[in-house]
């Protein structure tokens, strides 16, 4: 089976940089993504990663290593607005992604 | 602009009905997919298709079953429904077997009493 690992809840403080960790054991490996959910929202693209290293969009980051099974996504200058459910999820072949449980962020003022 | 609509966001049904929930995208995608989002668990995907009358099995297709008769529409069935059915139903479609990201609908929320 698929196993994915991301803490449940982190808190930040407005303006700073919160760094959510991804760990993955996975069947096949062909890309790994992050999502974003507002509460009662749906999921929204952030970055696919399928390459080690670090992909930059704006204030927000994804990185991936894969000898490591391990995937970050690293928010920047965070905003009141980013205070969101955070997924990772790794396709393990053509069309399936699996999910993990989610990582709620505060963000407080 | 990218959207995956559901035919309800909030639905209550009685234990054993038969329950169809729809999902439409409007953007000519090959793969559609329907999951269910309970708390503590996150997505867990029920069944997928990748092309027109096509269907896999997910992870948790028991008590489920889909149809896709045209590439834009697909539904997902709950023969009877029963109270631990009771979740978040996100659909999601995308593009073919690039890298293409899946685009979400947002949810129906069934309740079975």
């Known amino acids: 089976g698929q196993n994915i690992d991301q803490p449940t809840e982190m808190t930040a403080t407005e303006g700073a940089i919160v760094q959510i960790n991804c760990t993955y054991q996975?069947?096949?490996?062909?890309?790994l993504f992050w999502y974003q959910q507002h509460a009662g929202e749906a999921p929204t693209f952030l970055s696919y990663?399928?390459?080690?290293g670090l992909e930059e969009k704006g204030r927000f980051s994804s990185f991936l290593s894969r000898s490591k099974g391990y995937s970050y996504l690293l928010l920047k200058e965070l905003q009141m607005k980013d205070s969101a459910s955070y997924l990772c999820?790794?396709?393990?072949?053509?069309?399936?992604?699996?999910f993990g449980a989610g990582t709620t962020v505060t963000v407080r003022a | 602009d990218v959207k995956v609509t559901q035919s309800s966001r909030y639905l209550v049904k009685r234990t054993g009905e038969k329950v169809f929930l729809e999902c439409v995208q409007d953007m000519d995608h090959e793969n559609m997919f329907w999951y269910r989002q309970d708390p503590g668990l996150g997505l867990r995907l029920i069944y997928f298709s990748y092309d027109v009358k096509m269907k896999e099995k997910g992870d948790i297709p028991e008590g489920y079953s889909v149809s896709r008769e045209k590439k834009e529409r697909f539904s997902l069935i709950l023969e009877s429904a029963s109270t631990n059915q009771t979740s978040m139903y996100l659909c999601?479609?995308?593009?073919?077997?690039?890298?293409?990201?899946?685009?979400f609908g947002p949810g129906t929320r069934l309740t079975v009493t």
């Open positions: 996975t069947s096949g490996f062909n890309g």
């Open positions: 999820a790794v396709r393990d072949g053509d069309y399936k992604l699996s």
């Open positions: 990663n399928v390459l080690d």
């Open positions: 999601a479609s995308s593009l073919g077997t690039t890298y293409e990201e899946q685009y």
